[in-house]
């Protein structure tokens, strides 16, 4: 069984287009936007659920059922959805009715003098996957930016990447509007700050890609010492903005890439007990089951 590890912009253009445009990273900057209906192929397959390397915004019309990390959830009407190049995902084929539109990206594309901050985006520090069901009056905002950008992308206006990134700019903040506020940290007093430095910390040690990847945290004590804060100063602001405490964080992220890695690559489970740092695989079997209820080798036949 072949590793799956992440699908590249490449990879993608390979299967919808059989071919890679060669202007693709010099004339375009690795952004492009299509309409759903134009791109769907016969006997399309289901799409494998694992993380891609660009990030993807679907604007969908019809029902179906997405993957987003280990939720599956239902859209029916029209969706908008966001998908960030850490979090696997996939649907269900799409069926002949489906309409709609979505636009794909690398970061690289908000680089240089374009500051959209793609990774720190509170869109995707939601406690919500980053899907939303559109009113009609949201929808049409919606399609009238994605007309905009295939009108610009067909177009030979010398500034048109310019507009785009305003398109898509545009997209990202209508839809953290519409999230509700108490989802959101609001980093205004010590506690606060402290807890993002924290979740800060703890997302940057994922995605793991490589065996040769390894926590360089797993205990609270390691996060405060990196921050230069006591341990339980920082057990103290975590547990009081977010509920949760310091452990329950770690504990949770750790376990849902286990989740991932057992279930999207062939590693084993002794290697993914090491790459999460556990030298002891019954000590990881022991961590897994209190965390999901089942042990890791029932989980990968799930």
């Known amino acids: 069984m072949q590793i799956v590890k992440m699908e590249s912009i490449e990879e993608f253009y390979k299967y919808k287009f059989n071919k890679y445009p060669e202007n693709l990273h010099n004339t375009i900057g690795q952004f492009n936007v299509f309409q759903i209906e134009n791109r769907m192929r016969k006997n399309e397959e289901f799409p494998i659920h694992i993380r891609r390397n660009f990030f993807k915004i679907m604007l969908f019309s019809g029902e179906n059922t997405f993957r987003y990390g280990n939720q599956n959830i239902k859209v029916s009407g029209n969706t908008l959805l966001f998908f960030h190049p850490n979090i696997p995902y996939s649907y269900q084929p799409l069926s002949a009715i489906t309409k709609g539109a979505f636009c794909v ?7 240089g003098n374009y500051k959209l901050d793609l990774d ?7 406690s919500n996957p980053p899907i939303f069901k559109l009113s009609k009056t949201s929808c ?4 009238n930016l994605f007309s905009k950008m295939l009108q610009e992308v067909q177009g030979d206006y010398i500034y048109k990447y310019d507009l785009i990134r305003n398109y898509v700019s545009e997209l990202y903040f209508l839809a953290m ?4 506020p108490e989802n959101f940290f609001q980093y205004g007093d010590a506690s606060k700050r402290i807890t993002m430095i924290f979740t800060e910390l703890l997302e940057q040690q994922f995605p793991i890609q490589y065996k040769s ?3 360089k945290f797993r205990l609270p004590n390691e996060y405060a010492e990196k921050m230069f804060v006591h341990v339980n100063y920082l057990n103290r602001c975590v547990k009081k903005v977010t509920g949760k405490t310091t452990s329950q964080h770690i504990f949770e992220r750790i376990g849902t890439e286990a989740k991932i890695l057992l279930k999207h690559t062939d590693w084993t489970i002794s290697e993914v007990s090491e790459t999460l740092g556990f030298g002891d695989p019954a000590h990881f079997n022991k961590f897994f089951k209190k965390q999901t209820g089942i042990n890791p080798s029932s989980f990968k036949l799930v």
């Open 213 to 215: 990847d390894k926590l």
């Open 120 to 126: 720190n985006l509170s869109l995707f520090k939601s």
């Open 140 to 143: 049409q905002e919606v399609e």
């Open 177 to 180: 509007k519409w999230i509700p």
């Open 105 to 111: 990206f690398k970061s690289e594309f908000f680089q």
